[in-house]
């Protein structure tokens, strides 16, 4: 079943991303965003400044992602491919890196 799911800025609770997800609707928070997220990057969407805490992102294709001052909190990335994206001033505290590929991703800041 195809669902919207709203991705919101960290800062102001804004609707930044309205994604259109396959997903029953009882499925966990943690799974619907990390689908929404991988919507929008597919969709080339911008998500700098996106409240991505939680997010169920393992194995996922993020290359290219536009993700600088997102919240990354306690997000699972293993396995994730974030080759390219802008990981600038992310934050990433608690968040699951085990096997992800950062290779040429941008630096991320200097408190991470």
């Known amino acids: 079943m ?8 960290r800062w102001t609770n804004a609707v930044q991303v309205t994604a259109q997800i396959d997903c029953a609707p009882d499925a966990p928070q943690s799974v619907k965003l990390g689908l929404a997220v991988q919507w929008a990057v597919k969709e080339r969407a911008d998500l700098r400044g996106a409240n991505l805490c939680g997010a169920k992102l393992c194995w996922a294709d993020l290359c290219g992602a536009k993700l600088n001052w997102a919240d990354l909190r306690e997000t699972n990335l293993r396995g994730a491919k974030l080759n390219w994206a802008d990981l600038r001033d992310v934050d990433l505290r608690e968040t699951k890196l085990c096997g992800a590929d950062l290779c040429g ?3 991320l800041g200097d408190d991470q």
Not at 2 to 9: A, D, G, L, M, S
Request: charged content about 20%; cysteine-free.
């Open 105 to 107: 991703a941008n630096p």
């Open 2 to 9: 195809t669902i919207p799911f709203e991705i919101r800025n």
